[in-house]
């Protein structure tokens, strides 16, 4: 069984650029989460969605920051336009609300904006 | 909102030592208490987690308390191998498919 994907594994693009990451949840799984990562502020929660639907967007950085969720098996976080302090690693988290709900992680997308 | 700390930031062990990282939270209402494993450049990796109607729970040399009371969680390596070097992170949460909020990490090294 696959885990989550995401796509692309690395991403470098020049600063004002349009930036489209991509991720495919767990089969079957029905939230899914995007983090970021960064060293000065560790692992937090950019935006969740359950059965497709946002349900809190309160770590979106700003208007540049945009998530979708068309299906139960695919996202996209796009940021328009990039700044270099998005720089960062960005992962895609998904869980199944039944049973336990542990949150699986995809490998990551490195972002770096010059 | 929920906030975790976790200390230490850094913890060296030797080889076959015992390695404890504690966390603790502020929002009494949440109810599970994950651990994650990050090796470098790689995903955070789920290694043990525990729920707020338990105390203990163990699985091979890890282990995990969590005392509700005080609002802390702990995790426990025993017999530490050279494999368990990482960064760890404690996270909390309402539940288990809700948001994490986790703590800094702590990077253990165990020397050989």
């Known amino acids: 069984d696959a885990g989550v994907i995401q796509s692309p594994r690395h991403e470098v693009t020049e600063m004002g650029q349009e930036v489209t990451l991509r991720c495919k949840p767990i089969s079957g799984h029905n939230s899914l989460f995007w983090y970021r990562q960064t060293m000065m502020r560790g692992l937090e929660l950019l935006i969740y969605?359950?059965?497709?639907?946002?349900?809190?967007d309160s770590g979106m950085p700003e208007d540049r920051f945009s998530a979708k969720m068309p299906n139960a098996s695919f996202s996209t976080l796009k940021i328009q336009p990039s700044e270099p302090r998005d720089s960062a690693v960005y992962f895609c988290a998904s869980s199944l609300d039944r049973g336990g709900g542990e949150q699986y992680f995809g490998p990551g997308t490195r972002l770096t904006v010059t | 909102g929920e906030n975790v700390e976790q200390h230490p930031s850094t913890l060296s062990v030797q080889e076959g030592d015992s390695a404890v990282i504690k966390c603790t939270y502020s929002?009494?209402?949440?109810?599970?208490f994950p651990w994650y494993k990050q090796e470098l450049g790689k995903r955070p990796q789920l290694i043990i987690d525990i729920r707020s109607n338990v105390g203990e729970k163990k699985d091979q040399r890890i282990a995990v308390t969590l005392n509700k009371t005080a609002k802390h969680f702990s995790l426990h390596i025993t017999e530490t191998q050279p494999e368990d070097s990482a960064v760890y992170f404690c996270?909390?949460?309402?539940?288990?498919?809700?948001?994490?909020?986790f703590g800094k990490g702590t990077r253990l090294s165990v020397i050989a």
């Open positions: 969605f359950n059965n497709n639907v946002p349900i809190d």
């Open positions: 929002d009494s209402a949440s109810n599970y």
């Open positions: 996270a909390a949460s309402l539940s288990g498919n809700t948001p994490l909020v």
